[in-house]
Every structure is written in C-alpha cells, then in structure tokens.
C-alpha cells in the first residue's frame, strides 16, 4: 500500500480472533433468535420499524411509515401517541400495577422503591405542578440534580404534558448550566438542594442560583430536599417569589392528569453534547420514533423478561441515562435500578453489593469502569455471587480485547453473553451491537449493526473499504430515532452530519472491518494520531498497553514529533500489584511492539495514579493533548477532579 493510499485509510493494526457464540439455552429463550432478522429488516426496514411501533399504544395511528427528504426525516407521520402513557399510565392500568417500576439506591444507603401505580400518581402529581407554574405544551424545562428517583418522575411529567425536558447533568458548572438553559429559552428550572457524592454534597443549588444570575427566561425553579434530610446545615437558601419546594408543591397537587395526544414528530427532549469547537450542541429527539427505537432496542438487546430487574449504571444526563434507564427500559415494564453514588462509596465493592441486594440480571456499564475495577483487583467482585446475573453490556468508549475478558471472567462468570454497544446522543438508540442469541461475540468489537440499521466503513473519499480496512463510520440509511436536528441551528446540524459524505450521515468515529464483517469502533476521529504517515487510532494502543498483566488502564495522545509528524505519548494507571519503574516501561513499550507492531510503540509512557476523566468516565485526551503540547489547558469544568490533570500538568514538565 503506497504512503498516499496510508494517508486515505486508518490502518488496522490490532488482531483478535476469540469467539464466543451464544450458547443453546440462551439462544432458546432469546427475544431473538432467528438470524432472518437482519435480512427482513434489511429487505424492508419500513415494515420492520412499523411491526415494532405497534408494540406501543397510539392514540392514532400513523398515515405513512417514514419519510426522508435528506437529510431531513420524519417517521410514522399523522401518528398520535404520548411517552408517558407508554412508559407509565398502560403499565399501571394493567397487572403491572404493584409491580417495582424504579428501584433507587442512594449513596449513605437510604433506597426507595416505586410501583408503576406508585410512579404514576407521582408523575402526575408533578405534572399538575408544572402547569400551576404555567408549564404548557411546547415549553422547555431544564433539569438539574443528581441520580434521584425526582429525576426520571420530572422527565415523564414534562412528557406527559407535552412540554420538553433539557436535562443538564449534575456535575456541570453553574456557568455550562447557565449557557444551555438560554440556549433552550427555559422556562423552569428543576434542581435539588444538593447531591450526594463520595460522601461530601455536590451544591447543586448553590450553582443553579450563580446561574440563574443571567436566566431571563426561567420564571420558577422547583427544588427537591435531597441532601438537607440527612445533614440539616446544607438546607438551600430560596428565592421568595420563584423559588418552590417540591414537597411542598407536590403536597397539594392533584395525582389526576390526562396524557397529552402528541404528534410523532413533536419535540420530546433537547440534549446538550459538546462539541469540538465552539458552544455545546442540542440535539432534538421528537417523540414516536424515538420511543419505537429506544423500546426495540432495550428489548432485543438486553433480551429483557418480565420479571427482570435491570441496572444501567450512567447517569441520567447523558442520552444512555435517557434511553436505557428511563424510556426504553419503562415502555416495556422493566424494571430499572437506579444509583445515586460512585463504584467505590463508601467501598470498591459497592456495584457488586447492589447487584447482590437485588438480584440484578442486566448490568450495563461503561469499559472505563471495566477499566477501573480491573485496577482495584478481582478481590472485590469475588466477595459476592453475582449468580443472578444472566447478561451483561457496555457503553461509551470503544472496549478493549483485554478488559472485556476480564469483565466475561470476573463479573459474567463466562456464562452471562456481553453486548459491546455503540451509539451516540445523536442516534438515540443503540446502532451497533451484537444480538445476544444470534452473534458470537469478539472480544473489543460491537460485532454488526442492529437489524434495520445500514452502515458503511469507508476512507476519506467516501469509497467502501473492503475487510481488514479501517476508515470512517457512516449510516446510509435514515432510522427512526435518529436526531431531528440541533435545537435553533440547522445548519450546524447539516454542515456537523452531511457534508462529510453527502446523503450519509458521518458519525466521526473511526471504525475498521474484519473478514467476517464484524465492525471494530476505534474512536473519535480527532482522536487518530498520523505516525511516520500512518493513521493510527488512539484505541488500538491503548488495548495494547492494557493487554500487559500490570497495566490498569491507558490513554494514548498523538503530540507533536520532528520526524514522524506525531509521535505517541502514553498516560498508563497500573494495577495496585504493579510498581512502577523504567524497567517496566520498557517492557510496556516492547509489549506493544509485539502486539500491534513497531510504528505504534509509544515514544514515552507516563505511569500516573488517576486519568482526567469527566463525570460520565470518559477520558478527556484533549487535555492530555493540551498537557504534552505545553498548551494552556482547554475548559475543565466538567472533570470529574481536576486536581487530576495539574498532578499530570507538573509530573509531565518534570519527566519530559
């Protein structure tokens, strides 16, 4: 392959061949298990989408399936239908009335648990408390709290009235909170007083008051007493006039509310994502086709049975909180388990107590998480059974080869199937998984895309690449979750998605083919490094680095080299046996060698006891960019702990 043709593709360096297929009891009682599946989607994704939709209750029915004018879509056209109807008011109304809808841990160990008629009343309690503060259809209202069961009731009340829900997640600034809240023109503000967060109080209303400072637009903010019940002195000081309490409000409110007929093609929600450049994106989600995917999806792919309690382990202020804690898991009566604390508050054990305590048998996590409890050793999730678990996930970051083995060792048991899922906020659902009573899985790849789904790998000039290729991620074919566009600029949302490769929407993510097909997500494209004219993806040596026994977890960055362009800077946490020293980097940089080959092997590795991660756990490699360049440091607001990235600010001026 000429250098020319190098610069057109990113190369595909990592090799795994492990295979694991389902098994025969599990693929007998699968939701699915019939491998046409994929070829009658693909024949007609219209009626595919169609027989899935009338798994749902409409108030009318839908006049056309689809229509797509690119890059514009709308799906079930003419059709009527309400979210909260679908996730609440139809279970409650049926046998599933005194059935567990929500199950709630809170991090000092108070837990609640909500019966589908129990969330019904509360929802729409609340949603008479949004229209006593003038709250009407088409609205915007902003959420702003931590994991607490207030959280998805506030979602589904606005739903139920038609008016849409930006919820802004709880570790973001009163500066991040202030910037969306305008760019939505919110009317109301829904906060508490505090969350709780490795046992010290996050001041959520401390930082919604900064905020609102420069809110015109919000009229009320609605406060739930979270943190106060338990330590008094962190009661929340209220605005007389626009500040109200929840309990208060929702003391005198009616548990009596009709569900608002909404078009298919209303606005259900505006979530923020942030972009490379400039102000965070909203994307919209309207409403019908939304619930069809996030619902089909939760129900194949997590193979959900009527008795199952799930746990989705992110937080609710990002789009996999929306979609597989609160929508999809609630349009098909599941029960889901929701989590206020951290994996190691007030231990390291606590995820595999909770899964205990309950019975979980989904667990659906983040491989940054994987990553984490790899480090702490398999001690803990050792002190308890886990036999109720029957199928585990991940999201968010692509997982490497090594770290999902450790979670089908150590957490699975090698018994429970692991589904490797990939999407993003802007496609609502999960696009790219394996079926776990049809695929075998590899270990680090999603596998194929969902039934219905089209999607492409191609190079920079939108030709396919064939098997052993990397490229680019593309969909070739519009599905009915997929974003409406982004909240006041349309053209943002044309020049973001469909300029790349016209008529198909360019996820940015790099992604490679095997010979089976089999899709390989390497990560964001502005995170592929160019060595010595080579196009490498930060993921690929990164699960190399993490397939050596001592290393926990890693983040590789391009930095820039007089001869190679880039060279390669790795940030490497250790697990607690390993102890550091230059020995062992060499042998890191030498295991890598071997692994993936010489052009990847980094120029220098950085032992360090924490990675700059945000609150949902992904890793921020632009400030470690930032951090090798001798650069400024770009925003860190939404840092988990931003004592982290000084610590590694100095460690690198010291060693480089």
Known sequence: MSDAKKQENLDALLEENRKFPPSEEFRKQANANDPEIYERARRDPETFWAQHAERLDWFTKWTKVSEWNAPWAKWFLGGKINITHNCV????????????AIIWEGEPGDSRILTFGMLQREVNKFANVLKSLGVKKGDRVAIYMGMIPELPITMLACAKIGSAHSVIFGGFSAEALRE?????????LVTADGAWRRETVVPLKS???????QTPSITNVVVVERVAKIDPAAKAPMQSGRDVWWHEAMSTASDECAAEPMDAEDMLFILYTSGTTGKPKGVVHTTGGYLVGASTTHHYIFDIK?????????DIGWITGHSYIVYGPLSNGCTTLLYEGTPDAPHRGRFWEIIDKYGVNILYTAPTAIRTFMRWGSEWPEKYSLKTLRLIGTVGEPINPEAWMWYHKNIGHERCPIVDTWWQTENGMILITPLPGIVATKPGSATRPFPGIEAEVVDEKGNKVGPGGGGYLVLTRPWPSMLRGIYGDPERYVQNYWSQYPGKYFTGDGCKVDADGYLWLLGRVDDVMNVAGHRISTYEVESALVDHPAVAEAAVIGRSHELKGQGISAFVTLRDSATATDKLKEEIRQHVAIKIGAIAKPDDIFFCSELPKTRSAKIMRRLLRDVAEGRVLGDTTTLADPNVIAKLKTQYQDEG
Not at 180 to 188: E, F, L, Q, S
């Open 89 to 100: 008011d139809r279970h409650a109304a049926s046998s599933r009335r005194n059935k567990a």
């Open 180 to 188: 969306r809240i305008n760019d939505a023109t919110c009317k109301v």
């Open 207 to 213: 930082r919604a008051d900064e905020a609102l400072a």
């Open 306 to 314: 009527e008795n199952d309690v799930y746990w989705c382990t992110a």
